[in-house]
């Protein structure tokens, strides 16, 4: 199936479903695209005001649907209503809107723009619209058969997305983007005279004839309209084609289309986080929005956060090893989804998890509590006995020569002087009350030797 013809079934498919499932909501709020393909005679329609404009819209995207010609097409007023975004319920004006449609008539010639026509050049003028009926709630509809031809024939040029047309609220920014699609390619229109502009929607007052009021009130809204709401951005450049006056009398205008993403918020404010959570969290390149944008009418907001979400949830079980992108465009391709079973399976899995770490957590902390007292004590124990050994010190350098030298005698006879002096290969008879303090590591020994006689002594 080529791209247009799934295009049409898709809109065929999803279109009313759509007006039922939006409730009131107007056709400018949907995030999936409804239109059809159009062709580029249709671009360049003059005297035809916004509401007639969507008229004639949704007329001609109800024919494209069809796979062949009617005579008469037959649909729902109030879904009709909503195609062309008609939120009144004013019956007159709805007449009259119809009524201007039905007076516009479109030409077509093949005479070339910089010479008169001649009788051999060929000339056509058509109503864009037949008769209209309207009662019990339906609306019957015919459209001239030249222009039912080039609405359902194989030509077609560009895509009209009636969810971006009916978003405009100015006529003059809805006829500029009508002219411009045929361009939009080349990124360039063709220069065109601002007095054939002029006429786009109709009468307007007489200071639109002076370029210094045309352009504040009615091109510059305009452009500034096109480029916030719908997927291409506008500018333009004149100049005074004339050699004799400075008055500006030719326009062009130079187009880009936005990158998809750009488009996508443009035309989808309210899905403005889901699609910079692909963006950014995800990184989808411009290719695969793309793919996002076309198939929009099926991949809702739900389906797209559906694929997110299972795609965070293979993260987090590392189970996406390779590009979460790539992942995540074929869960929302095929829909997947976690089912609740498998949600109750992890968390249960989850919670049996943390209870083991929490355990470990415990143990560990009992081994550190118990690690710290016994290191606690360890320095408790240190510091006491330094204190002994400093108080032993200090009785033995404040006692009398006889006591001292007792001191000294009694430690070098005992026991733990003896296997003290053998690991320092030192004799008992070196030493003195003078110099015991003198060494080291034998002082620190002493002192405490000498603080345990004054326990023993009750001093």
């Not at 951005?233 to 750009?262: C, H, P, Q, W």
């Not at 989808?268 to 963006?279: G, I, N, S, Y």
């Not at 411009?286 to 929009?296: G, L, P």
Request: proline share 3%; aromatic share 8%.
């Amino acid at each position: 199936m080529s791209e247009d013809s799934g295009r049409r079934t898709t809109t065929q498919q999803m279109s009313l479903g759509l007006f039922e499932e939006m409730s009131g909501q107007p056709i400018s709020e949907s995030t999936r695209e409804i239109g059809f393909q159009r062709n580029n005679v249709f671009v360049a329609i003059n005297g035809l005001g916004l509401s007639s404009r969507r008229f004639i819209d949704a007329a001609y995207f109800i024919a494209a649907q069809e796979p062949v010609p009617h005579e008469t097409y037959d649909v729902d007023l109030n879904y009709f209503k909503w195609l062309m975004r008609y939120e009144s319920r004013n019956v007159r004006h709805l007449q009259s809107v119809i009524k201007e449609a039905q007076r516009v008539l479109i030409e077509v010639t093949d005479t070339p723009p910089e010479r008169a026509p001649s009788e051999d050049d060929q000339w056509i003028s058509e109503q864009l619209m037949g008769s209209v009926k309207i009662g019990k709630g339906r609306i019957q509809f015919r459209i001239p058969p030249l222009m039912l031809r080039h609405i359902t024939g194989p030509e077609k040029h560009h895509w009209l997305n009636l969810c971006i047309t009916a978003a405009f609220s100015q006529t003059f920014a809805r006829a500029i983007y009508d002219y411009v699609q045929p361009y939009v390619a080349a990124g360039l229109t063709d220069w065109i005279e601002l007095d054939v502009m002029r006429r786009w929607p109709g009468k307007l007052g007489s200071s639109a004839s002076e370029f210094k009021h045309f352009r504040p009130k009615y091109l510059d809204p305009a452009v500034k309209q096109i480029n916030e709401l719908s997927d291409i951005d506008v500018s333009y450049e004149t100049r005074a084609d004339s050699g004799t006056s400075r008055k500006i009398n030719k326009i062009r205008f130079r187009l880009k289309r936005k990158d998809t993403v750009a488009a996508m918020l443009s035309r989808q404010p309210d899905a403005h986080d889901l699609l910079l959570t692909l963006k950014e969290e995800f990184g989808l390149s411009n290719k695969q929005f793309d793919v996002i944008a076309e198939h929009r009418a099926n991949w809702t907001d739900e389906r797209i956060q559906q694929a997110i979400e299972y795609t965070r949830f293979r993260l987090n079980q590392g189970k996406v090893t390779k590009s979460p992108a790539g992942y995540l465009m074929k869960a929302l391709s095929h829909n997947w989804q976690v089912s609740e079973a498998e949600r109750k399976m992890v968390a249960i899995q989850s919670e049996r998890a943390a209870a083991v770490d929490a355990e470990e957590t415990a143990k560990a902390a009992v081994t550190t509590a118990v690690k710290q007292s016994i290191a606690a004590r360890d320095e408790e124990a240190r510091a006491r006995r330094n204190d002994e050994v400093q108080r032993g010190r200090e009785h033995f350098e404040s006692a009398d020569e006889k006591t001292r030298k007792e001191l000294v005698r009694l430690y070098t006879a005992s026991q733990a002087g003896k296997l003290m002096l053998r690991r320092l290969k030192l004799e008992a008879t070196a030493l003195s009350d003078a110099n015991i303090l003198n060494h080291s590591d034998l002082s620190w020994y002493f002192g405490q030797f000498v603080y345990g006689k004054l326990k023993q002594t009750g001093l």
